[in-house]
C-alpha cells in the first residue's frame, strides 16, 4: 500500500471486521467495487472478536495492511435502553482484542468507526468534532456511547505513543440494504419501514409510532458512508475524528411520512408521547470532510425507496 495519505494499493490486505452487518457489508461491495483483491473477512462463527486470543491469533498470522473496525452490538433505543451492560461490556471486548491485537501485529492503516450518540445530548448544533466530551450523554445510549468514545481515545492514544497512521470516523444514523429490521434491536428507519409495511400489507388502519415525532434527525444511506471510509483512507491522516453524515435533517414525523408514502400506505399515523423520543436533535457538522472533498450521493427519497425494495426482495432472510 502507498503512504497514509494518497491513494491505496488495490492490492493491500484489508481487514473488514464484521463484514456482514449493515456497514460492514456495504464496506464489502464498496471495496469490491473499487477493485480491491485482497480483502480479508471472518464470521463470528469464524472469529469471535470478543474472544481475545483467538483475535489475536487470526490478526497476527493474517498481518493485514488496513484494518476497517465495523464490528459492534448495535440496536435501536429499545435495544440499548434494555441491555446497557451488555452494549457496553461486549463493545469494549470487541475494540480492545481488536484494536490490541492490530497494535501487536503493527498494522500501518486502522480505521476505526464510531457513532454520533457520542456526543452530548444538548450540544449545540450542528455537533462539531470538538464537542465530544462537553457535556452529558444521551441516558437512553449512554452505555453503547461511552465504548465508541473509549475507541475513539484508544486510537488517539496508538498514534501519540506508537505514531501509527489510526483514524476515526463517526458516521449520523445509518440505514440500508443489510440492516436489523427486528422490532427489539431496528433503529429509527427499518423500523418504520417494517411498521408501515407490516400495517399495508395487512390493511390496518392506523400505525402508532413511538414518541411525539418532533425530534429531528439526520440520515445516511450506508453505501455512502462506505465511500466516505475509502475517502478517509486515501485523504486524511490525523488524530481528530470526522463526521460523517449528509449536513441535513428531517423530523421523525416527516421521515416516517416519506416511510409512508414509499410503502404506499395511506392510512392514520397517530405518534405516542408516552414512549422516549431521545436526543432532540442531532445533526453533525459536517464541514470537516466536505472541505476534504466528499460529498453524499444518495437522497434520502431515493434511499428510503432503495432500502425499501431491498427489504421486500429479503424479506425471508433479512433480520427480523
Not at 4 to 17: E, F, K, L, N, Q
Not at 155 to 161: D, G, I, M
Not at 176 to 195: K, M, Q, T, V, Y
Not at 210 to 231: I, K, N
Request: charged content about 20%; overall charge negative.
Amino acid at each position: 500500500m502507498s503512504g497514509p495519505v494518497g491513494a491505496v494499493d488495490r492490492t493491500s490486505s484489508v481487514y473488514i471486521a464484521g463484514h456482514r452487518g449493515l456497514v460492514g457489508s456495504a464496506l464489502l461491495r464498496k471495496f469490491r467495487a473499487e477493485g480491491f483483491t485482497n480483502i480479508l473477512t471472518r464470521s463470528r462463527d469464524e472469529l469471535d472478536l470478543t474472544d481475545r486470543n483467538a483475535t489475536f491469533s487470526f490478526v497476527l498470522a493474517a498481518k493485514p495492511q488496513i484494518v476497517i473496525d465495523a464490528a459492534a452490538r448495535v440496536g435501536g433505543i429499545m435495544a440499548n435502553n434494555s441491555y446497557p451492560a451488555d452494549f457496553l461490556s461486549e463493545n469494549l471486548q470487541i475494540q480492545i482484542n481488536l484494536l490490541d491485537a492490530a497494535l501487536a501485529a503493527r498494522v500501518p492503516r486502522l480505521l476505526f468507526l464510531g457513532s454520533s450518540c457520542i456526543y452530548p445530548k444538548f450540544a449545540p448544533q450542528p455537533i462539531k468534532e470538538t464537542a465530544l466530551l462537553t457535556g452529558p450523554l444521551e441516558p437512553t445510549n449512554d452505555a453503547y456511547a461511552i465504548a465508541k468514545i473509549a475507541g475513539i481515545l484508544q486510537v488517539q492514544a496508538v498514534r501519540r505513543q506508537y505514531g501509527l497512521a489510526w483514524i476515526s470516523a463517526m458516521p449520523t444514523n445509518l440505514y440500508g440494504p443489510e440492516d436489523n429490521f427486528s422490532p427489539d434491536g431496528s433503529h429509527l428507519l427499518p423500523a418504520l419501514i417494517r411498521r408501515y409495511e407490516a400495517a399495508h400489507a395487512g390493511g390496518a388502519r392506523e400505525v402508532t409510532n413511538w414518541g411525539s415525532g418532533t425530534p429531528r434527525r439526520e440520515l445516511l444511506h450506508v453505501d455512502d458512508l462506505a465511500s466516505a471510509c475509502l475517502y478517509l483512507l486515501e485523504h486524511f491522516d490525523g488524530p481528530e475524528h470526522v463526521n460523517v453524515g449528509t449536513g441535513v435533517d428531517h423530523t421523525i414525523a416527516e421521515i416516517a411520512e416519506l416511510v409512508a408514502n414509499a410503502v404506499g400506505y395511506t392510512g392514520m399515523t397517530h405518534w405516542d408521547p408516552e414512549m422516549p423520543d431521545g436526543t432532540p436533535r442531532k445533526l453533525l457538522d459536517v464541514s470537516v470532510l466536505s472541505k476534504m472533498g466528499w460529498q453524499p450521493r444518495i437522497s434520502l427519497r431515493d434511499g428510503i425507496e432503495a432500502t425499501l425494495a431491498w427489504y421486500r426482495a429479503n424479506a425471508g432472510t433479512a433480520r427480523q
